[in-house]
């Protein structure tokens, strides 16, 4: 089944059909932070990335604009993160989740991420370089009504980066592609298990991209 978008200030529906999912992690710009953040995950136990950026392949069924995602296990949690789709050899920007088992990432990150569905906003802009300020992009979640997350997209990687870091890491798919482009740090530093997520994406111009989605526990 495709994943049904629709384009901000358009009204254009696109009709997605991933060939290729992709999450990329460890895409802040500060290199010190990310080897600091390495060596936090590594202390409790969560192995470090053969690369950095990371990019785990993903079955493409993962990605979903529901409103309530199923998962198996209590210790799972959401973070904001910009996604950028590739359509009919357009770019598009939407909000998304990358939705981790966090008991399961201290033996596999690779399986930690495959093991839960990839919330993804139904509305999209298109996403132009000489057109969107990525930088000046705030970002932010909310789990349980709780501030999560808060920033810009200035302390990730712009999407031209990660695209070239991708094609020279993973040999290319023709057709749509969704990559999940990395998140902010955490406010607290801590991962919450809840159950109710928010994510945003306020855009200079005022366009803003959200998503909610609630969390069900398969064997609740």
């Not at 909000?95 to 930690?112: I, P």
């Not at 906003?121 to 992009?137: E, K, N």
């Not at 932010?140 to 997350?149: F, I, L």
């Amino acid at each position: 089944m495709p994943v049904q978008l629709t384009v901000s200030g358009t009204g254009e529906t696109l009709d997605i059909r991933p060939a290729r999912l992709i999450v990329a992690g460890y895409t802040g710009r500060d290199q010190e932070a990310v080897a600091e953040h390495i060596a936090e995950l590594a202390a409790i136990g969560v192995p470090p990335p053969e690369t950095v950026p990371a990019f785990y392949d993903l079955d493409p069924s993962l990605v979903s604009t529901d409103a309530v995602v199923r998962v198996d296990g209590a210790g799972t949690s959401g973070e904001v993160e910009p996604v950028v789709i590739r359509h009919g050899g357009r770019y598009f920007l939407g909000v998304g989740s990358d939705h981790t088992d966090r008991e399961l990432e201290r033996s596999s990150v690779a399986e930690s991420k495959a093991a839960c569905p990839k919330p993804l906003g139904a509305t999209v802009v298109p996403l132009d370089p000489g057109t969107v300020d990525w930088d000046s992009i705030g970002a932010g979640s909310t789990v349980d009504g709780e501030t999560y997350q808060h920033g810009t997209l200035s302390a990730l990687r712009t999407p031209t980066d990660v695209l070239g870091r991708l094609a020279e890491a993973l040999p290319d798919t023709e057709g749509d592609l969704v990559l999940f482009g990395g998140t902010l740090p955490l406010l607290t530093g801590r991962f919450v298990h809840g159950s109710a997520w928010s994510l945003r994406l306020q855009l200079p111009d005022g366009t803003t991209l959200t998503h909610d989605y609630l969390v069900e526990n398969g064997h609740g």
